[in-house]
């Protein structure tokens, strides 16, 4: 079993919807957990970071995470075509070094 | 411009030459990784380094080596590549261990015959 499950998609949706991504893991001390957004032919950018537990926003984006079922969520409010990227969730014990990756969703908003 | 630079972009070689990449930063930064890139893989940590000359293996260290004799430069080597290296490459870097923070380069395209 891998440690980070996530649907490599892809994924299509019309400007303006609301996307959900998805992660599950499987170990249960993981701490850290991390959004990156990679467009093609460019490294990952980290797009959203939380610690433990909980909800953080960041304009348009929201990251959730629950430790209790091992899941965690970006949500894309009011998504644009820039927005349409390959999206990685990352996780870790003890910070940005060590991390585990997903293999990706990507994600095509259309105009 | 604080950046992550990595060369070259693109490599074609044949099994068994020995090739280096090259990755630099200039943020300062302690800790510097690399990672590989595969469909359905994922990434995956190769090696890193906590600050000049301490270097640690990731989860797939076999067949590659690295170095940190300067803060900036982390060159990842293959000393006899194989096909099944052949991957995307990226070089990643943050102020220390633990910053949240990873700056992540363009990434090496690595084709090995």
């Known amino acids: 079993q891998k440690e980070v499950e996530q649907d490599p998609g892809p994924l299509s949706v019309p400007e303006g919807a609301i996307v959900s991504l998805n992660c599950t893991y499987s170990n249960s001390a993981f701490q850290y957990f991390m959004w990156y957004r990679q467009y093609s032919r460019k490294g990952p950018e980290l797009l959203m970071y939380t610690y433990s537990s909980g909800n953080k926003e960041d304009g348009r984006f929201t990251a959730q995470v629950d430790k209790s079922s091992k899941y965690i969520s970006l949500f894309i409010r009011d998504s644009q075509p820039s927005d349409s990227a390959t999206y990685l969730c990352?996780?870790?014990?003890?910070?940005?070094?060590?991390?585990?990756f997903g293999t990706g969703t990507r994600l095509t908003v259309i105009p | 411009e604080a950046q992550v630079t990595q060369n070259p972009r693109y490599l074609i070689t044949v099994t068994g030459k020995k090739l280096t990449v090259t990755c630099s930063q200039n943020m300062n930064h302690e800790y510097m990784s690399w990672y590989r890139q595969d469909p359905g893989l994922g990434l995956r940590q190769i090696y890193y380094s906590m600050n000049v000359e301490v270097t640690d293996k990731g989860d797939v260290p076999e067949g590659y080596k690295v170095s940190r004799k300067e803060k900036r430069n982390f060159p990842l080597i293959l000393e006899s590549p194989s096909p099944n290296q052949t991957s995307l490459y990226f070089c990643?870097?943050?102020?220390?261990?633990?910053?949240?923070?990873?700056?992540f380069g363009p990434g090496t395209r690595l084709l090995v015959l």
């Open positions: 990352a996780m870790s014990r003890t910070g940005a070094n060590n991390l585990f």
């Open positions: 990643a870097s943050s102020l220390r261990a633990g910053e949240e923070t990873q700056y």
